[in-house]
């Protein structure tokens, strides 16, 4: 029902940090739970993170305590703050918007972390 486009992927050293954002157009993004998932090369993808309309946040086991997941219905823009990042983070990073059991999905970005 959104269109969503991702942007602030790039190439990081092991430790450092990568703010990505996914900014939504359409109308109802307060509506839209909002989950980030990513895709390694020859991995399935996975997910990351979700923002539930209703603000509750979710992580996988594995970015837990290093990633944040938030989001700005003004700007309907939802952002995911990635600090101590590792090698086994690098992927290509999707924005998923599901309401009332419609998606869509973003093009992605790349995030690259050097050892």
């Known amino acids: 029902q959104v269109q969503l486009v991702e942007s602030g992927g790039g190439l990081v050293q092991a430790g450092g940090s990568l703010r990505l954002s996914c900014a939504a157009s359409?109308?109802?993004?307060?509506?839209?739970?909002m989950r980030w998932y990513r895709q390694a090369p020859g991995k399935e993808r996975e997910f990351v993170a979700v923002?539930?309309?209703?603000?509750?946040?979710y992580y996988a086991d594995s970015v837990k305590g290093r990633f944040t997941i938030s989001r700005d219905n003004a700007k309907n823009t939802v952002y995911l703050q990635m600090n101590s990042l590792k090698p086994e983070d690098t992927a290509i990073y999707y924005c998923?918007?599901?309401?009332?059991?419609?998606?869509?999905w973003g093009q992605g970005t790349q995030v690259t972390v050097s050892s």
């Open positions: 923002s539930w309309k209703s603000g509750t946040t």
């Open positions: 359409g109308r109802s993004f307060s509506t839209h739970d």
């Open positions: 998923n918007a599901v309401n009332s059991g419609i998606g869509s």
